[in-house]
């Protein structure tokens, strides 16, 4: 097995709390990356997944949302600290620890933010200072965490452009002077200006149209290879999965429901969900007259079921499913599955 | 149900407040924030409770405003005279129980008005838009080229003084205000892309769409409505103050204070009491207000 | 960029223009008759022909527009004040001074205690502090002005001596005026700065500026409350909107030699020609004010700046780049 790994999640529950309702938005997800791999996380638009990106990077907007349990553990060092929960309104004691360890855990977090790990958004149109120069906005995550001077930083940030593919006349231009796909670019060239060793991509590629797309997919995969960033992206397209991914896992309410590398998930697909995703992609080999698309909505993270998720729209399902909430089964080396009907290795 | 069970889901189901389908139209959901906000019903309550007031005036006030005695003249607040008397022996808590007929009132009134001319006027401009649109906007750029209290000043000055001339006078400062934001409604909805795509979508879904439009932009007329009023009670007040529109003998609380500006190391009770029965007026609509702008916009609370 | 600011600055002249109409307008409508008033009781019938004919009065309406508008521009002149037979262009300049001294105090004070407020407010949403400063700023809102003057020369005039009740032309005379009119104007400034704030903070560069590790300081100050100043400039120029309403009434209150009491005067003496002048003067004053606020949004908004770089250059300058990065 490779070295160190970059980051370790464990069993992350992750409520967000309002007046009305608690929005169970992820539940009890682990996972790991290693250097240099690239990992797809795929899942409809509520499944959560972004929440799991935001919450790697401590992003989350504190007041609504609440991590209930879990640990995450970016290059052996632990961000989540679960051990004062103030139980009531007056529990002072218990608020001033809290306050005390959010504190020191957000130090900590600003030191690694856009050096170590570096978030990449899903809007490049909104996702940038409108009043900034594009070429500032790089020179602000050098400034952040390496110790050079201005013209150092300047010319780095002129290198990051010029390597994303934009002039570096154009450093003293704003935002709204880039037509998307440039954004995009800009973005990128400030998510990988200090070298990260992890990049989240939260649908980095969403919001433009299908060429633009295809160029910067490419791009970002040979300034992967090139540096030797390890990738989580998060994307609801299988296509971009295969053509970038190494491994990936499949997200549903909050969960997941399978995960394995390419070959597990695309030839070896075991979990309905999944199935059902496969299936409705149109295909130009087949003759079809009708899509076929997985019938339903995807559950109320407000109002989640104590058993399979997927239950209800679920053509594999049986009595059994509705016992329990199913457990993750490894139906093959790296290939976990979370379905009663997978069977585990070695079960016949 | 739930995957995981914690102490907060626990505390939102004893208090039956769980509330898990969150799909309800938008203004339904603004009513009953409204309707849960207390400031904002207190500003409610207290409103309707000073427009009682000034309708039954003559039952509540304990003397006739008008009476002067001067063998009490200039008395501190006391038992028989809540608020005190002013210089002439009048009972000032009478004086400002029958005020209550005069700004409150004239101020929603004068809304109301402007709401029906400049409404109308940024409606037709926003339907229509092109030259009508130009023509009705650099009208109203004109007006507003001149400060709103000055405007009301000026048509009192032709007009002359009284309730009717306030009302017309007041209800012309607001006329800009309530067309430039009528219009931007109209513009809000009409430019939706879901109005635009009408065709495509079926007038029944047109329906549906206008439901959750048309509550937003009402709410945001409504609570320029509620600014206005506060606006304008202020207003009144103030031109009355100065000697403009309604002056003595009228107990309106503006003309009763500059009565007392002259007392006011002597009498300082004849200052002090309808200022603060302004003041109280005013905060109420500003509080019902403010309510109506959290009802609608939570995020921004 | 110049373009912009003439293309502003010339758009007084038909503000301006529809100004002078109405004023005129209200000059045919207001009761009152210039001669009765200008020449004293005793004057003989031709001595009030002459001065009804040298008024231009007898003739048709639109000469008498048209020498109006001409009186304005090439002379100044506003006419003749009923009481003191003086120009009240005149009297108008003497009274300027007064009036812009504390209009301008107000607005610095009320920016200046205002801003950091609304930003306390928003960054600590939610908090006993946002709660005390929401609250501030409705109770401020609610404060008619001129009672806040007389409660203010109650305490310190009356009670505690410290500050003159009635402007006595020095410094000390104009603290009450300026801290009534501000008043209002910093529970309105810091509400507004508050909700623009808010909505900075909820922007998606602002999370971007986090995930670059930065300092919350700096988020707040170069990111977030960067961008809120637009809606904020365009505050400022409705503040002082209502900074002159108010000065109206204030000037009143403490006797302040300015404008505002010009006019208030004016309406209460029936000197309806002076009343005029000085509509004619503020309107004149809140468009200059409101064209420098437009000026100061091309500051602030470099969105604005850009747009008027020759569009072709641009054009031109932007394909380049598509087709090295396609290439």
Redesign the interface.
């Known amino acids: 097995m490779s070295g160190n790994k970059i980051l370790e999640v464990r069993d992350l ?1 992750v ?1 967000y ?1 309002t ?4 929005t ?1 938005a992820v ?2 997800v682990s996972f790991d990356v290693v250097p240099g791999e690239i990992l797809g996380i795929v899942g409809e638009t509520g499944a959560g997944k972004t929440t799991i990106g935001l919450s790697i ?1 401590g ?1 989350l907007p504190k ?1 609504p949302s ?1 991590v ?1 349990q879990g640990s995450i553990r970016i290059n052996g060092k632990e961000f989540i600290d679960t051990r004062y ?1 103030p ?1 009531s309104f007056f529990n002072l004691a218990a608020k001033r620890m809290r306050k005390k360890t959010d504190r020191h855990i957000e130090k900590v ?7 170590t790990i ?2 990449m ?1 899903q ?1 490049p149109m ?7 120069y594009v070429g500032d906005q790089i020179v ?2 050098i400034k ?2 390496e110790n050079v001077s201005a013209a150092e930083a300047h010319k780095r940030a002129c290198d990051m452009l010029e390597m994303v ?3 570096a006349s ?1 450093f003293k ?2 935002p ?4 998307g796909g ?1 954004k995009q ?1 800009v ?1 990128i060239a ?1 998510a990988l200006a200090c070298r990260p060793d992890l990049i989240i991509a939260d649908e980095p590629t969403t919001a433009l149209d299908v060429t633009i797309q295809a ?1 910067v997919l490419k791009m970002m995969k040979e300034l992967q290879e090139s540096l030797g960033t390890a990738m989580m992206f998060i994307t609801h397209d299988f296509g971009v999965v295969a053509e970038i991914c190494s491994k990936c896992m499949v997200v549903y309410a ?2 997941i429901v399978e995960s394995g590398t390419l070959e597990h998930i695309f030839e070896n697909t075991r979990h309905p969900y999944t199935k059902g995703l496969f299936n409705s992609l149109p295909n130009l080999d087949e003759d079809a007259d009708r899509l076929k698309p997985i019938l339903g909505l995807m559950p ?1 993270p ?5 058993y399979c ?1 997927f239950y209800d729209r679920c053509e594999e399902r049986c009595d059994r499913c509705k016992e329990k ?1 199913p457990k993750l089964i490894e139906v093959e080396p790296g290939h976990l599955v979370r379905c009663v009907h997978a069977k585990a290795m070695g079960v016949e | 149900m739930a995957k995981m069970m914690t102490p907060a889901m626990e505390r939102l189901h004893k208090k039956k407040r769980y509330n898990v389908t969150g799909v309800s139209s938008p203004g339904r959901e603004a009513w009953k924030r409204l309707a849960r906000n207390k400031t904002a019903i207190a500003g409610l309550v207290i409103v309707v409770f000073l427009l009682l007031v000034g309708l039954f005036a003559p039952f509540i006030a304990p003397y006739d405003y008008q009476v002067q005695d001067y063998t009490k003249m200039l008395q501190s607040p006391s038992a028989e005279h809540l608020f005190g008397t002013d210089n002439l022996g009048r009972d000032i808590f009478s004086r400002c129980v029958y005020g209550a007929r005069y700004s409150l009132p004239i101020g929603i009134v004068c809304v109301i008005l402007g709401l029906v001319v400049g409404g109308g006027l940024g409606v037709i401009a926003a339907y229509f838009g092109g030259k009508t649109d130009n023509i009705i906007m650099r009208f109203i750029d004109i007006i507003q080229a001149i400060p709103s209290t000055l405007l009301c000043i000026a048509l009192v000055a032709i007009l002359g003084n009284g309730v009717i001339q306030m009302i017309i006078a007041i209800a012309a400062g607001s006329i800009q205000g309530m067309t430039k934001t009528c219009r931007a409604a109209i513009f809000m909805v009409k430019s939706n892309e879901y109005v635009e795509s009408s065709k495509s979508i079926g007038v029944s879904n047109l329906m549906i769409m206008l439901r959750h439009l048309v509550p937003n932009a009402v709410g945001i007329i409504v609570i320029n409505a509620a600014n206005a009023v506060s606006a304008n009670i202020l207003t009144v007040s103030s031109l009355s103050y100065i000697g403009v529109g309604l002056v003595s003998p009228t107990p309106e609380w503006g003309a009763i204070l500059s009565e007392g500006k002259a007392y006011i190391s002597a009498a300082p009770h004849m200052v002090l009491f309808p200022g603060l029965v302004i003041a109280v007026t005013v905060l109420a609509f500003n509080l019902f207000g403010n309510g109506l702008r959290d009802a609608l916009d939570p995020r921004l609370k | 960029m110049v373009r912009y600011i003439l293309k502003r600055v010339f758009y007084i002249i038909p503000v301006m223009f529809g100004v002078l109409v109405l004023v005129f307008l209200m000059k045919i409508v207001m009761p009152g008759d210039p001669v009765t008033e200008l020449l004293p009781a005793s004057a003989s019938l031709e001595q009030k022909e002459a001065l009804r004919d040298e008024l231009g009065l007898n003739d048709p309406i639109a000469k008498q527009f048209v020498d109006y508008v001409w009186g304005i521009i090439s002379r100044g002149d506003l006419g003749t004040s009923y009481k003191t037979k003086q120009p009240i262009a005149t009297e108008l300049m003497q009274r300027f001074p007064h009036t812009a001294a504390i209009g301008l105090s107000a607005l610095l004070i009320s920016q200046i205690i205002a801003t950091p407020l609304g930003i306390l407010a928003a960054v600590k949403q939610y908090s006993w502090v946002d709660n005390l400063i929401v609250v501030f700023t409705i109770v401020g809102a609610s404060l008619p002005s001129f009672w806040l003057a007389l409660m203010m020369i109650m305490w310190f005039s009356v009670d505690l001596g410290w500050l003159p009740a009635m402007y006595n032309g020095t410094l000390s005379g104009l603290v009450m005026p300026i801290i009534s009119v501000a008043f209002g104007s910093i529970a309105a400034t810091a509400r507004g700065v508050r909700t623009s704030m808010l909505e900075m903070i909820r922007q998606d560069y602002v999370r971007t500026a986090r995930a670059k590790g930065q300092k919350e300081s700096i988020v707040i100050t170069n990111h977030a409350f960067r961008n809120a100043l637009v809606p904020v400039v365009a505050g400022i120029g409705s503040a002082l909107g209502a900074l002159l309403g108010g000065s109206l009434i204030v000037e009143t209150v403490f006797a302040v030699p300015g404008i505002g009491k010009y006019v208030t005067d004016a309406v209460t003496q029936r000197n309806y020609p002076a009343l005029q002048g000085g509509i004619v003067f503020l309107a004149l004053m809140y468009t200059i004010i409101n064209i420098v606020v437009d000026i100061l949004y091309t500051v602030v908004d470099p969105r604005l700046k850009t747009t008027f770089v020759t569009a072709k250059k641009r054009k031109t300058k932007a394909v380049r780049e598509e087709a090295a990065a396609n290439g």
Request: hydrophobic share 35%.
């Open positions: 529950v409520h709390e007046d009305e309702a608690v169970e539940n009890n990077m992003l007041p609440h209930i929960e139980k977090y600003r030191t690694i933010r856009g050096k570096t978030m958004f809007d909104t996702a940038l200072n409108p009043v900034m602000e995550v952040i965490h593919g934009i002039s154009r231009e704003y709204h002077q880039f037509s440039m670019r973005v400030i160029q909050g969960e109320n407000m109002d989640l079921p104590g998720s909430n």
